[in-house]
């Protein structure tokens, strides 16, 4: 039987790097992943990306939406073709869970191991949750569906906002344990030990093709500069839930994340296919219009919608 760990949060509170930490962990057994990605580009898959680990990406759409569901069932029926001890599941950071248990109880005939599904584990950034707590359903909805709540970014948050993040929890969810971390910097053995279904009942989920938020990819040309690149990502910023991806500036690569005004620019020492950043929007077709001028302003000739 393999263990089924979810893994959701609202976008950029470090999914990706908790699932970096439980491979490391696990390194040494049979483990699948399926990694979820909100837009057209799997980012997060080619960070996650190691010799031996068996991985499937899902893309364009929530795993929990009509638009990509019957992928997410396919990819789950034939991960359960290998002996797996534990399948991690990265969700996107829109994705809505309510209807995980239905989901495992439909493909329940048709998988060859079956599945023991260990509950979610939700992420929530430390720094944005009390301004994000209540922007769009889904993300109640991973909270509340949650088997263990993981507050990251512990070390940009006073103790009073510690507090406060601590009892809006609460709140929302009465019996999943509570971990504040930096950098999901947490003893996994604890963390997946103390991991259990959530006692909220089944819902069907909130993610469907009509709600969904606009995504936008942005070429970047090498020709850009850095000073030039900030400008841009500081202009669409307050229009966006998130924005990530590879870029080339010069001759140095760089990973990019950023949550609303939170932005993280990295050298990158690994090839990277494009150069290019994927966009979700927080003000729908509106998106389109601040890019443009955001690029007319500040790199019309090195960045292109």
């Known amino acids: 039987m393999t263990q089924l760990i979810l893994l959701t949060g609202f976008l950029g509170t470090g999914k990706t ?3 970096e930490r439980l491979l490391h962990y696990y390194e040494d057994s049979p483990v699948g992943v399926i990694v979820n990605e909100f837009g057209e580009i799997n980012i997060d898959a080619r960070l996650l990306e190691k010799d031996g680990t068996i991985m499937r990406e899902l893309s364009n759409g929530s ?3 009509s638009c990509i569901k019957e992928n997410f069932i396919k990819a789950l029926i034939d991960m359960s073709c290998h002996e797996f001890e534990y399948l991690f599941i990265e969700a996107s950071g829109l994705a809505d869970p309510g209807n995980m248990q239905q989901i495992l ?27 994000l707590n209540n922007i769009l359903p889904a993300v109640g909805n991973q909270l509340t569906q949650a088997g263990v709540v993981l507050v990251n970014k512990e070390d940009l948050i006073s103790p009073a906002i510690k507090d406060e993040i ?3 929890v609460r709140n929302a969810n009465t019996h999943a344990p509570i971990y504040f971390t930096s950098y999901c910097n947490i003893d996994i053995n ?30 970047v040309l090498p020709s850009v500069t850095m000073k030039e690149l900030q400008g841009f990502l500081n202009s669409i910023a307050p229009y966006t839930y998130r924005m990530k991806g590879f870029v080339t500036v010069g001759d140095t690569n760089y990973s990019l994340s950023g949550v609303r005004s939170h ?8 090839d990277i296919p494009s150069s290019e950043i994927v966009v979700i929007s927080a003000v729908g077709i509106g998106l389109t219009g601040a890019i443009a001028n955001a690029i007319n302003m500040n790199a ?6």
């Not at 019309?300 to 919608?305: E, V």
Request: proline letters at 6%; charged letters at 20%.
């Open 17 to 19: 790097t908790l699932m």
């Open 63 to 65: 795993i929990f939406c």
């Open 105 to 131: 109880e439909v493909i329940e005939k048709y998988t060859v191991h079956s599945y023991d599904y260990s509950g979610s584990i939700c992420i929530l950034d430390g720094e944005a949750f009390l301004e």
């Open 166 to 168: 601590q009892a809006e």
């Open 190 to 219: 604890t963390l997946v030990m103390n991991l259990q279904p959530s006692k909220s009942a089944s819902l069907d989920s909130t993610n469907t093709p009509e709600n969904r938020p606009q995504t936008l990819v942005i070429k």
């Open 263 to 270: 932005m993280m620019i990295m050298p990158w020492t690994r």
């Open 300 to 305: 019309p000739k090195s960045i292109k919608l």
